[in-house]
């Protein structure tokens, strides 16, 4: 009887082969459900797995080259409408609008060379909007299609070259790790590592990049799960979409879901649509964390998508709760744009996610970088129309300091707006165009502040509303809080982005707090 054992614990192993392993895993998984895995036992092939191993079998008279191939062409196919599909991602044949987005994404990494992915010339287009069931006009998205690629043969490895037995070493070529250099000597293996290897492409999570921050090229993110238990993993890769679950929910689905502005944002999106499902550790995500490899073009390669950054996440942060209050409203949305290709350009609405989830793996202050995002007026004036979506993130914030920061601004700002109105009952003038002009001015001098002590002055005066005689309720409460927080010169940034926030996120009480101009927008009352 031929066999072949993974374990976790191989010493030898590396993230890409734990995450190869979890994808192995899944594919099992996905036989088991409809019915492939049946076909393969009459063959003679069977594999199962437990929380911690792969086992592969197959009867005595089948070679082992041949009975991979047979695995393989069970585990790697391409639709009707030559889209790449692997039944260990766990999509279902109903939704081609999130797979044409992971086609695009295997295209764009695994298998950037037209030779690895033989299909008819041109391209493909798929309306998302039939496929997703959304309303109004076509929303196509282009696609290479396919005839077959690269896993389904094993190709440029030398597995599957000679019959029988699997050979000593075989390489590791591009479209098995992407952004591998093999440099003057080729990337070689044991063959049953590289059989393994095979599978990184189905245990890695894949992403559209959609960034206009930092002048980016990352045009993708491959999240490199690093599995821990082959058991929870699967369920928590099949479970979003598996008919039987009672956990079935939309907005785990469609092509939207793989549209994100930066790698990291992808890993903190994949765990936090897990969060309404349980707690996020690594008992329960099968999983200690990820490798987030961003891909795009770099200065010294324009011939092709390269690595452009490595990030390690892991699976808790203090303030996670602020990314998911910002990605369960419109700061999440998409924009679709019209190309005149007829094709359409989806990126993000908003940054902000981005930005949060970028802070949070790199262990920064989640909203650091606001205040060089909305320097310009224009961004200052678009979040304004997303103020539903900062006042959850508001709602979010864990860390007390932030808390009693932004409640203290608030405190000023609910000053202002009262003497505004008073202003505009007394003289008879435009309520809005005084608040306007007045949050202009703030915004402004926020910016212009170089220093702790002038922003703290200046932050001091404004909360108690400019007079000796009127206190700030918040800082009364938590002196202690905040005299530390004041007396560190390199919280100078951070009170900046905090006063912005404020500013941005402030829900008026009574709708004289707010002028039109802003009542307008959602979640403002």
Same mark, same amino acid.
């Not at 099968?286 to 891909?295: D, E, K, N, V």
């Given at each position: 009887m031929g066999r072949l054992i993974y374990k976790l614990d191989n010493p030898a192993y590396t993230i890409y082969h734990r995450a190869a392993l979890g994808g192995l895993a899944s594919t099992l998984y996905a036989w088991s459900k409809e019915g492939a895995e049946g076909e393969l036992a009459d063959k003679g092939i069977r594999g199962h797995y437990d929380e911690t191993s792969v086992t592969m079998e197959w009867d005595d008279g089948m070679g082992d080259t041949e009975a991979l191939r047979q695995v393989l062409q069970a585990s790697f196919r391409v639709t009707e409408g030559k889209l790449i599909d692997l039944p260990g991602h766990g999509i279902p044949?109903?939704?081609d609008a999130e797979r044409v987005a992971v086609h695009n994404a295997i295209v764009g990494t695994f298998l950037q060379h037209n030779k690895m992915r033989p299909g008819e010339k041109g391209t493909r287009s798929l309306n998302i909007a039939n496929a997703d069931q959304e309303d109004g006009p076509p929303i196509?998205?282009?696609y290479k299609p396919v005839n077959s690629f690269a896993h389904q043969s094993a190709q440029g490895t030398r597995l599957l070259d000679?019959? @029988?037995s699997l050979p000593g070493t075989a390489?590791?070529?591009?479209?098995v790790v992407p952004g591998a250099m093999s440099g003057s000597v080729p990337l070689e293996a044991p063959g049953d590592e590289v059989f393994l290897l095979l599978y990184l492409i189905v245990g890695c999570p894949l992403y559209l990049v959609r960034s206009d921050s930092w002048k980016e090229k990352v045009q993708f993110g491959i999240l490199v799960p690093d599995v821990s238990n082959?058991?929870?993993?699967?369920?928590r890769v099949h479970r979003n979409h598996d008919k039987a679950s009672m956990i079935e929910r939309s907005d785990l689905s469609g092509y939207n879901n793989r549209i994100v502005g930066g790698a990291e944002e992808a890993a903190i999106h994949f765990m936090v649509q897990r969060l309404a499902e349980g707690r996020i550790d690594n008992n329960y995500m @099968?999983?200690?964390?990820?490798?987030?490899?961003?891909?795009g073009k770099v200065a010294w390669d324009g011939n092709q998508i390269n690595r452009s950054s490595m990030r390690a996440i892991r699976l808790h942060y203090d303030e996670i709760d602020i990314y998911r209050a910002a990605a369960s409203s419109r700061l999440n949305e998409k924009r679709k744009i019209p190309l005149k290709t007829g094709d359409t350009f989806v990126k993000p609405a908003s940054r902000f996610p981005a930005l949060i989830a970028a802070n949070l793996a790199a262990d920064r202050h989640w909203c650091d970088g606001l205040k060089e995002w909305i320097g310009e007026q224009s961004e200052f004036r678009q979040l304004n129309y997303m103020r539903e979506g900062l006042v959850r993130m508001k709602n979010a914030i864990r860390n007390e300091q932030d808390k009693v920061i932004v409640e203290a601004f608030h405190e000023g700002l609910r000053r202002m707006y009262g003497q505004k109105g008073d202003r505009a009952s007394k003289e008879g003038t435009s309520f809005a165009?005084?608040?306007e002009v007045e949050l202009e001015r703030i915004r402004n001098t926020i910016l212009r502040m170089k220093t702790m002590e002038s922003l703290f002055g200046w932050f001091v005066q404004f909360c108690s509303g400019g007079s000796a005689g009127k206190g700030i309720s918040a800082f009364g409460k938590h002196k202690e809080l905040l005299l530390p927080f004041f007396n560190e010169p390199r919280n100078h940034a951070r009170l900046q982005n905090l006063c912005l926030f404020a500013m941005l996120s402030y829900e008026g009480t009574d709708k004289n707090d707010v002028p039109e101009a802003q009542n307008s927008t959602e979640g403002v009352r």
């Open positions: 044949s109903y939704r196509l998205i282009s000679k019959n @029988g390489k590791i070529p591009q479209s082959l058991k929870q993993f699967v369920l @099968g999983i200690s964390g990820f490798q987030a490899i961003a891909m165009r005084l608040t």
